[in-house]
């Protein structure tokens, strides 16, 4: 016990530079936190993803379209439950800045494969009912202050115009991996506008959302529906919707490197710092240490000394980062949601922030810790002296 | 100032010759190597110290009184020569048996105090009872009971920032008798006091010294503070100058 309020009266010796150093851990454990939750949040669509479900799109690229009549051929496969097709819509509301997904979707099929979407039995008939209406995320109505019966207008980047929704249910997440940030629409809406405005473009669909019954034949499948469309004018590219969706993140993997990179520096920038505290603390206690040594203490008591005031700070810096964690990522989460849909700390992350803190702690405690337990009594002692 | 009181003196309470001793130094040298340089600082000093007696140590600056204090207590190595104290030759001992035979036997008190200034004075004293197979009630209830002894226990939740260095060197005393170690060792305890503090502090070795009989090895510049001693010893470049009178007795 004594030995305990050894340690922690230790920490009161340089108030400002012990405060000085478990503010820097507390940032740089906040930082570490806010990053690894941002390159969660690049995951969570892959997270979110269902191992019974597949997408089918053009082998060439996504922005090449398929025959919406695919979608028959598609369900005949052996192990097929549902087909549903969307595509990848890209209004903006009045400008850019008011960035949110949206897509043209098969209705019915759609919030059968995705049960993780929860909407009220009601609204999802008003919906279903209206062909002009609309599905929206809880996160998004927020975002806009939007309600059930508001119209919403998007401007059309890839199919030009102006295009009249009305809100007619608002879904939330069974999960806190589901994105609230969609805007979902009956894809019927969007192929009959394109029949009469830009025939060429119409009964093409940009991706097929497959339901199977067995995540194990996902592989099987995929091979025979990519087979069935071989050597047909729009080759097939059949693949999970983990894999789908972990094709996006590959496309920005470098940012991804970058921030875990970064996250890892920042880590080593504060264990520099941390030494040089738990250094200065040690050199100038040599004397003290020198005579403890001489009342009998063993040289390994000295360096649980050093190495427990060490892991003290860094500690303490370390409840201090994780507690500001969750309220910082959330105001931060909400200023990006456009981008990050799901901007969650998960318990992962906050397990690698103590696992690091406490990492740190130590390591900035060894040297010094190893120093003092081979001090030289007489030597020390004497230049004290 | 006259030495410790007549029944604890070399001649009346100090040890008959035929009692064995409580240190015996034989035959020690050291040096140490600065650079590329050796410089003896012993010279085959030979010396004992009788159970209960008083001795301080005189001679000027890099005589090497101190580094003799040292190698008595064990926290420096003799290069030849041996040491024995209490029965035991300290010189055979490795690290950790010289650490566990200090904390058992050994008393320090320092010049400079060295107390810890985050712990007060309670805690200060208490921390060398940490080796010991004491309970902490057991450790604080010896801690205070030494504080009490030098008169310090008012003073116990006080941090030694708190405390004048006459009371910093009681309560580096009471951290040294705490163990109640078979002898005390002081490197010039009165070095950085005034004259009054000086003179508390020379009474209450006396008192230890007389009361609980412990030996005491002094190591002082101070003629005054040597004078209350049972005997002086001089050294001179590493060499014991004068002739133990008790040989001549």
């Not at chain 1, 530079?17 to 936190?33: D, K």
């Not at chain 1, 400008?95 to 949110?100: I, L, V």
């Not at chain 1, 030009?160 to 009305?166: R, S």
Request: charged share 20%.
């Amino acid at each position: 016990m004594l030995t305990l309020v050894f340690i922690l009266k230790n920490l009161s010796r340089h108030k400002l530079r012990n405060t000085l150093t478990i503010v820097g851990i507390a940032m740089s454990v906040l930082s570490f936190g806010l990053l690894r939750t941002t390159v969660d949040a690049w995951y969570a669509g892959v997270e979110a993803s269902s191992s019974t479900r597949l997408i089918t799109r053009n082998s060439i690229s996504l922005i090449f379209s398929l025959p919406i009549s695919y979608g028959d051929r598609i369900r005949g496969v052996e192990g097929v439950t549902r087909v549903c097709q969307g595509n990848w819509f890209g209004g903006e509301y009045i400008d850019e800045k008011n960035f949110f997904p949206n897509f043209a979707v098969e209705p019915r099929t759609y919030f059968e494969l995705y049960p993780e979407f929860v909407l009220p039995v009601d609204q999802k008939e008003a919906f279903l009912r209206d062909r002009k209406g609309c599905v929206i995320g809880r996160k998004l109505a927020d975002r806009f202050g939007w309600k059930i019966g508001d119209p919403v207008t998007l401007k059309g980047t890839i199919y030009p115009g102006d295009w009249g929704f009305t809100i007619r249910a608002i879904y939330s997440g069974r999960d806190k991996s589901a994105d609230e940030t969609q805007l979902l629409f009956h894809w019927d809406y969007l192929n009959e506008t394109l029949r009469k405005a830009s025939p060429r473009q119409a009964d093409q669909t940009g991706f097929f959302i497959v339901g199977i019954r067995d995540a194990e034949n996902a592989a099987g499948i995929s091979r025979t529906l990519d087979a069935r469309f071989a050597n047909s004018l729009a080759e097939t590219l059949t693949e999970t919707e983990k894999a789908f969706q972990m094709s996006f993140v590959t496309m920005s993997e470098a940012i991804v490197s970058a921030i875990q990179i970064v996250s890892s520096l920042v880590l080593v920038i504060i264990m520099a710092v941390a030494a040089n505290t738990m250094a200065m603390s040690a050199r100038e206690r040599m004397g003290e240490f020198a005579a403890l040594k001489a009342l009998g203490f063993g040289g390994w008591y000295l360096a649980m000394l050093i190495l427990g005031e060490s892991l003290a700070i860094a500690a303490i810096g370390c409840a201090l980062g994780c507690a500001l964690t969750f309220p910082v990522a959330a105001a931060f989460g909400d200023a990006v949601s456009q981008y990050f849909p799901v901007f969650q700390v998960s318990g992962a992350t906050v397990l690698l922030q103590v696992f690091s803190a406490l990492a740190v702690g130590f390591v900035a405690g060894v040297v010094p810790a190893l120093r003092a337990r081979s001090v030289g009594i007489a030597e020390a002692l004497r230049r004290l002296g | 100032m006259t030495s410790c009181p007549a029944e604890t003196t070399l001649g009346s309470a100090a040890p008959e010759a035929s009692r064995s001793p409580v240190i015996e130094v034989r035959e020690v040298s050291k040096a140490y190597t600065r650079g590329q340089q050796t410089v003896p600082v012993l010279l085959g000093v030979s010396f004992r110290i009788e159970p209960g007696e008083f001795l301080a140590l005189m001679g000027p600056s890099g005589s090497g009184k101190s580094t003799l204090l040292n190698l008595i207590a064990g926290i420096d190595r003799v290069d030849s020569g041996s040491i024995m104290v209490g029965g035991v030759d300290i010189t055979t001992l490795d690290e950790s048996g010289l650490a566990r035979w200090r904390s058992r036997s050994v008393g320090f008190i320092f010049q400079f105090y060295n107390l810890i200034p985050v712990l007060t004075a309670l805690e200060n004293v208490e921390l060398p009872l940490l080796l010991s197979p004491l309970s902490g009630r057991q450790r604080r209830e010896h801690a205070k009971a030494a504080l009490a002894l030098v008169g310090l226990a008012d003073r116990m939740d006080h941090r030694p920032n708190e405390l004048s260095g006459g009371q910093q060197q009681r309560t580096a005393i009471a951290r040294a008798i705490v163990t109640d170690p078979d002898i005390l060792v002081a490197d010039e305890p009165t070095g950085d006091l005034d004259r009054a503090s000086a003179k508390e502090i020379l009474d209450l070795m006396c008192g230890l010294n007389k009361s609980l009989g412990k030996t005491i090895v002094m190591v002082t510049h101070d003629p005054k503070a040597a004078e209350r001693a049972h005997l002086v010893r001089s050294l001179e470049k590493g060499v014991l100058t004068d002739a133990d009178p008790r040989l001549h007795s």
